[in-house]
């Protein structure tokens, strides 16, 4: 069975400064991946994902993801952020049809 | 604009009382989750269905938690009897459960149990 690893539960950034969401997983077999974002008081919500193809991923809010095969890492980044970006941040692994969820990381940017 | 739908949105109850949430997935979809969350915990799944049928529930205590699916359109968890412990946020989530489906999330039930 797959598992999650996110490396870092609270990131604290200033507003406009690069930021790096790690994310390691485990499994044996191909998996899917994702990353999910939730703001205060809400539901998760999809941020980006990688099915297959190109390993650099994107969403429309300017976060990108890289799947790295060889290091098992699927790290979420975002070179100059918002202060509504502020929000907890999920990575997933889907195998054989069952999604796992890591312990998410709390981004706070700061003014 | 499909959504997963919850109800209620909170629920203050006392210790002893048995909680119903409901959820009502995204039409179409056959594989609905339920998660719950804490800041101690983070969030943790409790069951899911597909196809309206269990596939895991070893995530939810046996003796007071139990998850139904009486229809496609609704799901439901229960918990009897409740306890402060179990305070927290329920999410309900739903996909479409073939191939590289993502999940969609409900807004949560809040519940609070004094």
């Known amino acids: 069975a797959q598992s999650v690893t996110q490396l870092d539960s609270q990131v604290p950034v200033f507003e406009e400064a690069p930021v790096e969401l790690r994310c390691n997983y485990s499994?044996?077999?191909?998996?899917?991946l994702f990353w999910y974002v939730q703001y205060p008081n809400q539901g998760l919500q999809l941020l980006l994902k990688?099915?297959?193809?190109?390993?650099l991923v994107k969403s429309i809010n300017g976060f990108e993801a890289e799947f790295n095969k060889s290091q098992t890492s699927f790290h979420l980044r975002k070179p100059s952020v918002h202060i509504s970006d502020t929000a907890e941040y999920f990575c997933?692994?889907?195998?054989?049809?069952?999604?796992?969820f890591g312990a998410g990381t709390r981004l706070t940017v700061k003014p | 604009d499909a959504r997963v739908t919850q109800t209620p949105r909170h629920k203050v109850t006392e210790m002893g009382q048995e909680v119903t949430m409901r959820c009502q997935p995204i039409?179409?979809?056959?594989?609905v989750f339920w998660y719950r969350q804490t800041m101690m915990q983070g969030l943790e799944l409790l069951a899911y269905?597909?196809?309206?049928?269990?596939?895991?529930d070893s995530g939810m205590p046996k003796d007071r938690f139990s998850a139904e699916m009486p229809d496609a359109t609704l799901a439901t968890l229960k918990i009897q009897p409740s306890e402060p412990r179990d305070s927290a946020v329920y999410f309900c989530?739903?996909?479409?459960?073939?191939?590289?489906?993502?999940?969609?999330f409900g807004p949560g039930t809040r519940l609070t149990v004094t």
């Open positions: 989530a739903s996909g479409l459960g073939t191939g590289a489906y993502e999940q969609y």
């Open positions: 499994s044996s077999v191909s998996v899917y």
């Open positions: 990688y099915l297959s193809g190109s390993t």
């Open positions: 997933a692994v889907m195998d054989n049809n069952d999604m796992r």
């Open positions: 039409l179409g979809h056959n594989t």
């Open positions: 269905f597909r196809n309206r049928a269990p596939l895991d």
